[in-house]
Every structure is written in structure tokens, then in C-alpha cells.
């Protein structure tokens, strides 16, 4: 039995998180209720110390006091465990008491909250329950004070939710509650607050954050006497982190780059080190000059000098089209007309660069015109390339120490910039996407989207489709692959102990890529090959011939090249002239639009290279004590790993956080797409789209129209995906298209229309409705969606929720 005025943060173990914060804020100074801990050792010994506690309530006065529970999983940074574990309010009595701290224990056992630590990767084992026991304190109005705005991110302002008498109602959503945004301005006293007490709270809430260092969801009263009372401080485990500070006064704006490839989850500190200079590199390419930063292990480019600059303001949004789309497009719209963001008035002494220099400029356009001229020639150059970078990818004979094959890590790419590569991938691009300006008004977005289908070229394509035949020759052993899981099979292959499928040939030509590819940290398909298995599994419950992945392509060939001859008709009587450039750029763009995997294709090599030497290293280092396992040099910068290897820098520890940080990250169920330096998400303070009956809006990147069940899928290693079920996913990357071969159509929480998830999707001929704000959480896997690309939209049939058994009706590739 502890007072609350002894406890410590440090004494969690013995008081839980509850119990530990309220000791701070006491000692800090802060009115904190008067009360005493159970500690968790009465909780181990699974015995009340009633003498104790009948000892302690006398000296409490013996009047009413609340039973709180405080486990020791509680209160965390990444978990506040809010309202799920009890806590009893108006105990009077020794009896009651006694029953009420017996509950508290028991609801460490709640079906919910042992749900809860499952969500978080809690390991239930240790955790132990305190029990914290408070005067009562009978309230005038209570509620809760957040440090930061929860809803946008703003770490600039705070918000209260009030209400009169038990904070209980605001924290259950019983009761309506008043709801007060503070941004430093004098705050307006209306409801059950004046503006007196606001300004306590403001002040009581800055006291708190500063004492604790992160922003904090903090639980108050006033008494009738119009006293304040602290009466919890946690974190704030909901924000998305903020931006680092650069010490510069005006607002800053970041853009999300890593769903460019797909790819939402963090990446590993050796990636991003990495991942850094080779987007800064891209950029440089194009004439951008563009900062990257790391946030919450995701990739963000500081635009602040772009939407400050006269010139390219004026493009930036239209820049962002091709490869960032149209949720990018409305925060950054929205950055524009925000005032702090306008021009200076007098031109800025750094310069934003816009635009590729003279030299560049005349490189891409010698390089665009060429390909469009000649596309086969162009396209034999580019393969070529791609298999020169393939050999010299290898690292060179004679790395035999760590140093050696750190010096070969930091070697330049030679693949960035291959004008071989680069530049007939821009020519497609370009193809693609100029038609719907030319053809506006004549023909629709969706009719352009299946010109784009079926598009040859893709080594994306020819690498599912590959798999595809691998899993039409398994033979014999269909079922031992369709009933084993994807990871024993993995094992049994690396024992050599699997009959022989074919899979080394086909991992030969694509062991090198995975999901997430472009981060070092994440291992390829030929060091781990379960989402192969995985994903052979899902094609061996293809049955039906019609529903082959071949045979779906064939068709949407076809369907495209016939599309193309019909709209090139209508646009050249309508428009002669911009009919027959449009048709001229669409047949270019069949012929060259599918390069656009190939770029990062060929640069695949290198990072696997670049992986295994990395990995060398660290197997190195573990064997000097100064990492825990190989793995672990993935959760280093390149400087680190240097500075361990050459100066015997011991990394351990550092390691430990951030993986720690890592897997909390991993956990996040959405990111930004654009952040201000403040911590705002632009996407939070949009007024909201039109909301449509039944239906979530997005937008159609893939033509077409089809019913059937939902399957969200997190992760492609482990998706269990029926032949014609709707995938609905965060993002894809090319790491995730074996599954569209099964897919009766996509859903994405992110994207552009030329990105590598709709891109692949037209090629199969599936519809695609991208950029559907969390999509992931509102719809359920089994629910009967329609995903119609020609309105853009997802609709949940709820009549027909239940029924996870029914096939879904494909309309095909043209719009219905």
C-alpha cells in the first residue's frame, strides 16, 4: 500500500501506468485527489490486504472514493488502454471496497482488453494489475483536455469536451458534450465553462505536456466550489507524429512520397537512409528540388518552396497528377489558398527550381521524341539496359571484410538516371495521360482507361503471369500447396525438402522483389519466398477456365484494341485534327505505357545486392557483441553501420528503441497524405466530400463495374483471396499484383491513376476505384460491395452483408 503522493514514473511495475502518472502530477504540484495504491504485488499474490486498506480508507476520511484500475500495460505511449479495463466511482464502505478492487483485478481479463493487447502485440504474460483508490471528488463539470487537436494533428492548439456533473458521460459518449478548440486566442465562455476556466485548463494542459515532453489526453474536474482537479494524464497514442523542427518560423507542408510505390507501412532506418538520396536523386532528374524528411518512418517532401513560388504554384498541383493523384491534389489545393503559404512579396532569395535545366530539357526531349518515334527500338534499348544493370549489379569479387562492403553500398547507382530507361518510360506516361485533355467532352475518362487495359510490355504482368503457368504444372502436388501454410512450405523449400514445382527458375527471374521492395530492411522473395506460396495457394482455387488470369488479359486485350478503334473513329469526326494526334499518342501508348515498371525493375538488382552485403555486415557485427542478430543493421543508417564497424560503436540499445518504434508504426491503421510543420493533416480540416447513400466516393481508375464479397487484405504474404472476391487494400505495390490475377476488382485507400496498382489493374481488365478514404476500415471483408469506376464509387450492399458465400456478377472491362 503506496500513497499517490510517493509514487514515481518509475515505479510502473509495482502501480501500473495510472497509478505512476498521477504520482508525477502530484509531486509536480498539480491538485491531484488524495488516495493510496494496492500495489501488483497483492495482485500476484491474488490476495487483498484488507487490514491495509481498511486502515488507509479511514485515513482517507471514509467517504466516497473511486476504485480505478491501473495495470502495468496501461497508459502507454502507444496504448492507453481507454475504458477498457474497469474502475468503480462512489465506493462507500469497507465491503464495497474490498468488492470493488476485486473487479478492477478481474477486468484485466475482460474479453476486451485481452483483445486489446492482442492488437497492440501486448504479451499478456507479464502484465499485472494495481488498484488506485481515490477521494471522491463530486464535480460541477468534468471532461477531458487534449494538448493536442486529435482530429487534425494541430499541435498549436488544444481542445476540452465538457459536461455537467461525471466526466463519465464524456468519455462513454453517453451525453452531448461541449466542445471547446483553444488556439491561443482569448478563449469565448459558453456552456459549462467560462472563459476563466479555460484558460486554467490551457495553462494546466502546457504544464503537463512540458513536464511529461509529448502531448497528453488529460482527465479533469471542477467541484462545486469551482476548484480544479487533475485527475489523469496520459499520451495521446492516436497522433501521427509531427514533423521535425527546422527552427523555421512560417508553417511548412509535407507530401507523402512512399505511396508513389505503394508502399504505406515505415521503413526501416537503413531504408530510409538509403530511400533519401535515391528520391532526391529522381527529383533532380525532373528539375525538383525537393527536401525529404523522415516522419514516422514514411517518406515526406517539403513543398513549402514550390507552393511558395510564384512559378511553380501555378503547376504544382497538375505536377502531382501522374504519380501523387487526387487526394494529394485537394490537400495541396487547400495548402495553396491558405495565406501563410502566398508568395512573398518580394522574390525569396532561395529559389525554387521548378523545372529541368537547358541541358536536361533538350535530353528529354531528344529522349521522349525518339522513343515516341521509333517505340520498338526504343524498347528493345530499354531491356538491354535493364540486363546490363542485372549483371552489373553483382558485387565484385574480393569483399571479404565489412568495410569492403560498405564502401560497395555507398557506391553510386548506375542505374539512376540511364537515359536508356528513363526516358521512353516518360514518352508512355505522357502518351497515357495527355488523350483525356485532347478528347474532353468526347470521349470519357473510363473509355481511356480501357484503351489502357491489357497493356503489353509490363514486367509486372509477365511476373504474375508466370506464377500463374508455375501453378497450372503443380500436378500431383495441388494439394499439398493448397494446405499447407505458406510458411512451412517456405521452411521445407529452404531445406530442400519440397518436390521440385519450378519455383527456383521463376524465383531466379523475380526472387529479387517483394512488397514494400525499395526498403532494404524488408526481405525479397528469394530469401523468403511465403508470399509466393501464398500466393500460389490462391491461384490453385481458380476453377472456373473463363476466370484463367491468361485468358482475363487476352480479353482485355482485345477489348482495348477494339475501344481504341472506336473512339479514334468518334474523336476524328468530331475533333479531326485532335482525333488523330489523340490516336496517335493512345497506339504510343500501348505500345510504351507498360514500361513504367521497368525503370524500378532494373534498380531491384542492386538494392538485393545491396541487401546481402548489408546483412554481411551485420552477421559481422553480431559476431563482435555489437549487434543482437544480423537483421538488426536494417535499424541503422548507413553512418551508424560505419561507425560500428570502424570505430566498434555498440548499437544494441539503439536498435531495441526504434524497433520498437518500428512495430508500433507497423500498427497504424492510416497515414497523411500531406502534413503541416505544426502537425496538422491537411486531409482532416477538408470539408468533407458529398456523401453519396450507401456509397463511398473515390476515384474510377480502372474501367468497369462488379459486384461481390470484400476481402481486405493488410498484408499479401498471408491473404487467403477466393476467385472473384474485391480486394480492398491501404495501397499496392507490384509485390501485391499476384493477387489481382484472382481479383474481381480493387479498392485502394490511396493512388494515382498511373500508379503501379491501377496500372496493373487495367491491364487485367479489373475495375479499380483508388484514393477510397479508409475504405480498409469501413468496409469488412464479406460485405457484397459494387465497385464502379465509371461513377467512381464503392457501394455496401448491407441487405446482403451476411452472405460471405456469394460470387460476385463481372460486367468486364467496359463501363456498364
Not at 293 to 299: N, P, V
Not at 515 to 524: H, I, N, S
Not at 795 to 803: F, G, L, R, T, V
Request: net charge neutral.
Amino acid at each position: 500500500m503506496i500513497a499517490l503522493s510517493e509514487l514515481t514514473a518509475d515505479m510502473v511495475d509495482l502501480v501500473g501506468g495510472k497509478a505512476a502518472g498521477l504520482g508525477e502530477m502530484a509531486r509536480s504540484g498539480e491538485r491531484v485527489p488524495e488516495g493510496f495504491c494496492v500495489t501488483t504485488t497483492a495482485h500476484d499474490l491474488g490476495v487483498i490486504p484488507q487490514a491495509e486498506v481498511a486502515e488507509a480508507y479511514e485515513r482517507l476520511g471514509a467517504g466516497p472514493v473511486a476504485v480505478r484500475s491501473s495495470a502495468t500495460a496501461e497508459d502507454l505511449p502507444d496504448a492507453s488502454f481507454a475504458g477498457q479495463q474497469d474502475s468503480v466511482l462512489d465506493v462507500t464502505g469497507v465491503t464495497d471496497l474490498l468488492s470493488a478492487i476485486r473487479r478492477c483485478w478481474d477486468s484485466l481479463h475482460h474479453a476486451r482488453v485481452v483483445a486489446y493487447r492482442d492488437a497492440h502485440q501486448i504479451d499478456h504474460r507479464p502484465v499485472r494489475m494495481a488498484v488506485i483508490v481515490q477521494r471522491m471528488i463530486d464535480p460541477a463539470a468534468a471532461g477531458v483536455l487534449f494538448t493536442a487537436n486529435p482530429l487534425t494533428g494541430c499541435r498549436t492548439e488544444m481542445m476540452v469536451e465538457a459536461t455537467a456533473g461525471l466526466g463519465a458521460a464524456v468519455v462513454d459518449g453517453s451525453a452531448a458534450v461541449d466542445r471547446y478548440v483553444l488556439d491561443g486566442s482569448p478563449p469565448a465562455g459558453s456552456g459549462v465553462l467560462t472563459a476563466g476556466q479555460l484558460d486554467e485548463l490551457r495553462a494546466a494542459g502546457r504544464r503537463l505536456q512540458d513536464h511529461f515532453g509529448r502531448p497528453q489526453d488529460i482527465e479533469w474536474a471542477y467541484d462545486r466550489q469551482g476548484v480544479l482537479w487533475l485527475l489523469q494524464s496520459r499520451p495521446i497514442t492516436t497522433l501521427f507524429p509531427s514533423p521535425p523542427d527546422t527552427g523555421r518560423p512560417a508553417p511548412r507542408v509535407y507530401l507523402e512520397f512512399g505511396h508513389v510505390q505503394g508502399m504505406l507501412q515505415p521503413v526501416t532506418p537503413m531504408g530510409m537512409s538509403t530511400l533519401k538520396s535515391l528520391v532526391a536523386a529522381m527529383l533532380a532528374a525532373l528539375g525538383l528540388t525537393v527536401e525529404i524528411t523522415d516522419i514516422g518512418g514514411r517518406l515526406y517532401g517539403d513543398l513549402t518552396d514550390l507552393a511558395r513560388s510564384r512559378s511553380a504554384r501555378k503547376r504544382l498541383v497538375k505536377l502531382m497528377a501522374v504519380d501523387f493523384g487526387p487526394r494529394a491534389q485537394a490537400a495541396m489545393e487547400h495548402v495553396l489558398a491558405d495565406p501563410r503559404f502566398a508568395p512573398p512579396a518580394e522574390a525569396s532569395p532561395r529559389r525554387a527550381q521548378t523545372g529541368p535545366g537547358l541541358r536536361t530539357g533538350l535530353r528529354a526531349a531528344t529522349g521522349i521524341m525518339r522513343a515516341l518515334a521509333r517505340p520498338e527500338v526504343a524498347r528493345s534499348r530499354l531491356f538491354r539496359e535493364i540486363e546490363r544493370l542485372k549483371v552489373g549489379a553483382a558485387a565484385p569479387a574480393g569483399l571479404a571484410t565489412a568495410a569492403d562492403r560498405l564502401r560497395f553500398v555507398r557506391a553510386e547507382d548506375p542505374s539512376a538516371g540511364s537515359d536508356e530507361i528513363v526516358w521512353p518510360i516518360v514518352a508512355g506516361m505522357l502518351a497515357a495521360a495527355m488523350p483525356a485533355a485532347l478528347l474532353r467532352g468526347v470521349v470519357s475518362r473510363d473509355e481511356i482507361n480501357t484503351v489502357l487495359s491489357g497493356m503489353p510490355h509490363n514486367v509486372t504482368i509477365e511476373m504474375d503471369l508466370a506464377l500463374w503457368r508455375l501453378s497450372r504444372q503443380v500436378g500431383e502436388h495441388r494439394h499439398l500447396l493448397l494446405t499447407t501454410p505458406p510458411q512451412d512450405l517456405a521452411t521445407a523449400y529452404a531445406r530442400g525438402a519440397l518436390p521440385d514445382i519450378g519455383l527456383a527458375a521463376f524465383l531466379d527471374s523475380y526472387g529479387h522483389r517483394a512488397a514494400a521492395e525499395v526498403d532494404l530492411g524488408v526481405p525479397r522473395w528469394d530469401e523468403d519466398p511465403t508470399p509466393v506460396f501464398a500466393m500460389i495457394a490462391n491461384y490453385l482455387r481458380v476453377t472456373d477456365p473463363e476466370q484463367a488470369p491468361d485468358r482475363r488479359f487476352a480479353r482485355a486485350v482485345a477489348t482495348a484494341e477494339a475501344t481504341l478503334e472506336e473512339i479514334v473513329a468518334r474523336a476524328r469526326r468530331r475533333r479531326p485534327v485532335r482525333g488523330r494526334l489523340a490516336g496517335f499518342l493512345l497506339r504510343r501508348a500501348r505500345m510504351l505505357a507498360g514500361l513504367r515498371e521497368a525503370g524500378k525493375f532494373a534498380g531491384l538488382y542492386r538494392l538485393r545486392e545491396m541487401r546481402r552485403q548489408l546483412l554481411l555486415v551485420g552477421a559481422e557485427l553480431a559476431g563482435r557483441g555489437l549487434l543482437e542478430q544480423p537483421g538488426d543493421v536494417m535499424f541503422l543508417t548507413l553512418d551508424e553501420a560505419h561507425a560500428a564497424v570502424h570505430d566498434g560503436a555498440d548499437h544494441r540499445s539503439t536498435v531495441a528503441a526504434r524497433r520498437a518504434v518500428h512495430q508500433r508504426e507497423l500498427r497504424r491503421p492510416s497515414v497523411p497524405v500531406a502534413v503541416l510543420s505544426d502537425g496538422t493533416d491537411v486531409e482532416a480540416v477538408l470539408a468533407p466530400a458529398p456523401a453519396l447513400p450507401g456509397a463511398l466516393r473515390g476515384v474510377g481508375a480502372a474501367a468497369g463495374r462488379t459486384t461481390g464479397p470484400a476481402r481486405v487484405v493488410h498484408d499479401p504474404a498471408t491473404a487467403h483471396v477466393e476467385p472473384g472476391d474485391i480486394l480492398v487494400t491501404p495501397t499496392t505495390d507490384p509485390g501485391w499484383t499476384p493477387l489481382f490475377l484472382t481479383a474481381a476488382a480493387l479498392v485502394t485507400e490511396t493512388g494515382a491513376v498511373m500508379a503501379h496498382g491501377p496500372t496493373v489493374a487495367r491491364e487485367y481488365g479489373i475495375p479499380a476505384v483508388i484514393c477510397v478514404r479508409d475504405a480498409t476500415q469501413k468496409i469488412r471483408t464479406g460485405q457484397i460491395i459494387t465497385v464502379d469506376a465509371a461513377a467512381g464509387t464503392v457501394s455496401i450492399d448491407s441487405a446482403a452483408e451476411s452472405e460471405t458465400t456469394r460470387r460476385p456478377t463481372i460486367s468486364g472491362a467496359r463501363p456498364s
